[in-house]
């Protein structure tokens, strides 16, 4: 199984902001540049929520909550991919996932059945 390698979680004051990392390994870093990418996140007692997805093309999409706070973005070069998150919420609260889809169409690139691989996840939590 192939686990993605994502860190850069932490605490932090509501108004804070963070940026998640999310490499691909050896196995899958070759085709790094044809995979769909997402960020999700999942709160203790909520389901896992989509938060940010970038396709192989460079086309966002984002939920609507983290609208014009979030950024998600890509580095072909580093194999890599980042949510940058300001103005932070103590509702962020969650344990971030990356996750990378090898399918060519992207209109499902909103549901977590959707990605084939996934990071271990990392914890974010706002508190004042």
């Known amino acids: 199984q192939v686990l993605l390698s994502d860190r850069g979680g932490g605490l932090l004051q509501p108004g804070g902001s963070l940026r998640l990392v999310c490499a691909a390994p050896?196995?899958?870093?070759?085709?790094?540049?044809?995979?769909?990418l997402g960020w999700y996140r999942h709160a203790s007692v909520e389901e896992c929520e989509f938060v940010a997805a970038?396709?192989?093309?460079?086309?966002?999409n984002y939920a609507d909550s983290v609208k014009c706070r979030f950024t998600i973005s890509r580095d072909s070069a580093e194999n890599a991919v980042y949510l940058q998150m300001n103005s932070l919420k103590d509702e962020d609260t969650a344990v971030y996932y990356c996750?990378?889809?090898?399918?060519?169409?992207?209109?499902?690139?909103?549901?977590?059945?959707?990605?084939?691989?996934w990071g271990r996840g990392n914890q974010v939590t706002v508190s004042s």
């Open positions: 970038i396709t192989s093309a460079g086309t966002i």
């Open positions: 050896r196995p899958i870093s070759s085709v790094f540049w044809g995979l769909n």
């Open positions: 996750a990378a889809s090898r399918r060519l169409i992207t209109s499902t690139i909103r549901f977590s059945s959707y990605y084939d691989y």
